[in-house]
């Protein structure tokens, strides 16, 4: 089995769970009547907005690059296992994720799982990107972890 993903289309995937998430992000603080839940996902917002911008760097450095595997397919496997379960990798999901939230709770619920998925995802991608693209994504997945902090002390609030 070749590889289904070179590093380019992995990092094509990340802009687009940051575009849905940014979609996410906006329509339900357009949505929400608490003032403290407008403000944190409009600030989620804007911050998807600076990792679109982070990834589109990436991708403009990237070569053909293929990650090192213990065996043919490895990675791609890994990759398409990731992205196939991960629902922000799909066109327009963001903004029709958001409409199905009944209550700031439930979206808050459902964007700490989303920035989990995000972490875990972008650590998959260090391994589609050359090393000296590292430290970006390192910096990407701190912040990641600090939007579900602040998800998780917002949670708190309800």
């Not at 990792?51 to 398409?80: C, D, Q, R, T, W």
Request: hydrophobic share 35%; proline share 2%; aromatic share 10%.
């Amino acid at each position: 089995m070749g590889n289904l993903f070179s590093g380019s289309e992995v990092v094509k995937i990340g802009i687009q769970i940051e575009k849905n998430g940014g979609d996410f992000y906006n329509a339900l603080a357009k949505r929400s009547k608490n003032e403290k839940a407008r403000d944190v996902f409009r600030y989620l917002a804007g911050e998807e907005e600076k990792h679109i911008a982070v990834f589109k760097k990436i991708l403009e450095s990237l070569e053909k690059y293929e990650p090192s595997e213990s065996y043919p397919g490895e990675y791609a496997a890994y990759m398409n296992t990731l992205a196939g379960d991960y629902v922000f990798t799909k066109k327009n999901k963001g903004a029709e994720m958001a409409k199905k939230m009944e209550s700031d709770k439930e979206a808050i619920e459902a964007g700490v799982g989303f920035e989990k998925d995000s972490i875990i995802f972008y650590e998959g991608i260090k391994r589609s990107v050359p090393e000296d693209e590292h430290k970006v994504l390192e910096a990407l997945i701190i912040q990641e972890q600090c939007h579900l902090r602040q998800l998780l002390d917002l949670k708190k609030d309800f």
